[in-house]
């Protein structure tokens, strides 16, 4: 994060009431790569170690080093909730480091920070803010405090590690240098700013190009006390030679990471191989489904749509068709496709709040399909401006919510369509509670036949909803599945998140909920568990619903954590697991990774927006994506293909 950027770049949040700070601590000395999922004390979002690039974040001799050669790198930073910690502009507390700048000077001394700590302030819209920074040019250190800085302590900081300590007590702050206080007490200041709580290492502003090196050799922080390091007995972290971690923040929602990978590998799911490219998914793809992919191809991939009128544009709309669903085959006869249209590009962030969805019908095998049109819901008042009871076209929007874009065949015959879409508020606005990056709640989408049989009629059910403090990004990308022997039940599984969450105790796993009408009326969203009750983590992200035809299992697929999600990261690693059709919860003896984070892959690499099918041939699943940011030689398009039994 940049404090420059911080008032121009963040998202605000309303106000929230943060409660008492607790006893904890947690001492890193950097034994291990700090990118490492489930490493002690905790997992730092950085670039893992790499000891032969000269820019690089890097393990050297015992201690984390930051150098760059005529560039730049992106900071270290933690939460403070992942780190065990809750701060307050009440809580007394100590921080210190080990420190040492080895070589070079940087562009700007805020690219060298020693230590920075942020947290909501209690003042609502306000950031409460401690950095050093330090200037190797002028041989200075510099309390950054709030929106001001303080009068630049004179200190050489090169050569051994050196031990700098922030403390604070009663709103204020001292700086220690090598055991004596160079700096303080100051009132602890802030800016107007929203931001999460958390800690950084490295640099704190953008821009700028420099050569430089610097080192940690350990990083401790502890709520129990403001101790001046004086030599008498208090805390001393520069002797630890273990990492010491700390205890979880009271009330933040917990699952056990561990709990869904400490089992022997189940016999009845194996991951055979992952094969390059999409070639073997491609082919696996019914008949029908390649036939609409010519269609869709060969149709225009902009319109004009006379219907849809926006403040900032005159005359027709033209908008974007994007035809990449899978048509479901009702029939030998009848087939239904959806397309997607928007006046931008089909990305969640770009695109979201202009998506609306359109249909065409085949009665023909999927030959031929009829003229697109936009999906309405049947009734009074309805209409391609205002297709279903909360969307209004140029107000907000609504989108499938499988990925990739399926329907539902029911066992009455009817469709079923899960969507998501942008909430308005009472004043007809983008309700977006938290200012997470999107905000959306589901419905479902509900075809029947017509009485001549040709064209489907749509209805909509009622929202699906949770609040912003069990999901500060709401629902949305789901997998729905009619389950096994029992007509008219809907299982479905649903995305929520705790992005921009700033207290620490809002849970990111998924969600479920249960139809027993056939999709019209569906159960209050509860966490997705294992069947045992045992709960897991889930970042922000898509899952599935697939049954095998060979086993009659259904199976959900999706990314399982290792530790307590941000937002959507981490995206690995995939994983496959049955679901208990009884309970409604995965059974967690079956979980099996499908692929995970290798060695030589970045720290933030993704292993999501898959899709899945049976090979009818060998009645093995087929996964298929895009391994991003994937090493050398395991990036890009990839197949895994598993044998279920």
């Not at 291990?32 to 393990?59: E, K, N, Q, V």
């Not at 292993?607 to 895009?626: D, K, M, P, W």
Request: proline share 8%; with cysteine.
């Amino acid at each position: 994060m940049s404090v420059g950027r911080c008032l121009s770049s963040l998202i605000v949040l309303p106000a929230l009431t943060v409660g008492p700070a607790v006893a904890a601590h947690f001492t890193d000395i950097f034994a291990d790569d700090p990118s490492a999922l489930g490493r002690c004390p905790f997992t730092w979002s950085i670039s893992p170690p790499d000891h032969r690039a000269a820019t690089a974040w890097d393990l050297v001799n015992g201690a984390l080093e930051y150098r760059t050669q005529d560039s730049r790198l992106r900071e270290a930073s933690v939460f403070m909730w992942d780190a065990g910690v809750e701060v307050t502009d009440d809580t007394t507390w100590s921080l210190e480091v080990g420190f040492r700048h080895v070589s070079g000077t940087p562009a700007t001394p805020q690219h060298e920070a020693v230590v920075y700590a942020g947290w909501p302030a209690d003042v609502p819209g306000q950031y409460s803010l401690l950095a050093l920074v330090y200037d190797a040019a002028r041989a200075e250190l510099t309390l950054l405090n709030g929106g001001g800085k303080e009068a630049p302590i004179a200190c050489d900081l090169t050569g051994d590690f050196h031990l700098i300590r922030l403390t604070v007590r009663g709103r204020q702050v001292r700086v220690y240098v090598e055991g004596k206080l160079r700096s303080g007490p100051h009132p602890v200041g802030s800016l107007a700013c929203e931001s999460p709580a958390w800690f950084i290492l490295g640099p704190i502003t953008a821009g700028g190009s420099s050569t430089f090196r610097c080192q940690w050799r350990h990083f401790a922080f502890t709520d129990e006390g403001a101790f001046a390091p004086d030599g008498r007995p208090g805390w001393d972290p520069s002797r630890e030679r273990k990492p010491v971690a700390a205890a979880p923040v009271p009330g933040s929602p917990m699952a056990d990471p561990a709990a869904a990978f400490d089992h022997p590998p189940c016999p009845n799911i194996r991951v055979l191989g992952r094969e390059p490219g999409r070639e073997r998914y491609d082919a696996a793809s019914p008949e029908y489904v390649s036939r609409w992919n010519e269609i869709g191809a060969a149709r225009p991939a902009k319109i004009e749509v006379p219907d849809y009128r926006y403040p900032d544009e005159a005359g027709p709309s033209r908008q974007n068709v994007y035809r990449f669903t899978i048509p479901l085959r009702l029939d030998d006869r009848r087939l239904v496709a959806m397309m997607l249209l928007t006046r931008g590009i089909d990305d969640t962030i770009a695109g979201f709040m202009d998506y609306k969805l359109w249909y065409c019908m085949s009665l023909d095998g999927g030959l031929t399909y009829d003229q697109e049109r936009p999906l309405v819901q049947r009734g009074v008042g309805f209409s391609a401006t205002h297709p279903i009871e909360q969307v209004w076209i140029g107000k907000n929007s609504f989108v499938f919510a499988t990925l990739p874009p399926t329907l539902l065949r029911m066992s009455n015959g009817e469709v079923f369509l899960p969507c998501y879409y942008a909430p308005l508020d009472e004043n007809g606005g983008y309700y977006n509670p938290r200012g997470t990056s999107t905000y959306s709640l589901v419905c479902g989408l509900i075809g029947t036949w017509n009485e001549a049989g040709t064209d489907l009629l749509w209805d909509v059910t009622a929202p699906i909803t949770v609040t912003p403090a069990q999901s500060t990004g709401g629902l949305s990308e789901c997998g729905v599945i009619e389950l096994a022997g029992r007509p008219g039940r809907l299982f479905m599984a649903m995305r929520g998140g705790n992005e921009l969450d700033r207290t620490g105790r809002v849970p990111c796993w998924k969600w479920k909920t249960l139809s027993t009408d056939y999709g019209r009326t569906w159960s209050r969203p509860k966490p997705l568990t294992f069947s045992d009750g045992t709960a897991f983590y889930s970042p922000t992200s898509q899952c599935s619903l697939v049954r095998s035809s060979r086993t009659g299992k259904a199976y959900w697929l999706g990314n399982i954590s290792r530790v307590r999600p941000r937002g959507g990261w981490p995206r690995y690693p995939l994983a496959i697991a049955e679901l208990d059709e009884a309970r409604l919860g995965l059974r967690r003896n079956t979980v099996t990774i499908i692929d995970d984070r290798g060695p030589e892959d970045a720290s933030d690499m993704q292993l999501s927006n898959f899709a899945c099918q049976e090979e009818a041939a060998t009645g093995r699943l087929l996964v298929t994506l895009n391994r991003l940011r994937g090493g050398p030689g395991a990036d890009g398009p990839v197949t895994y293909v598993l044998e279920v039994r």
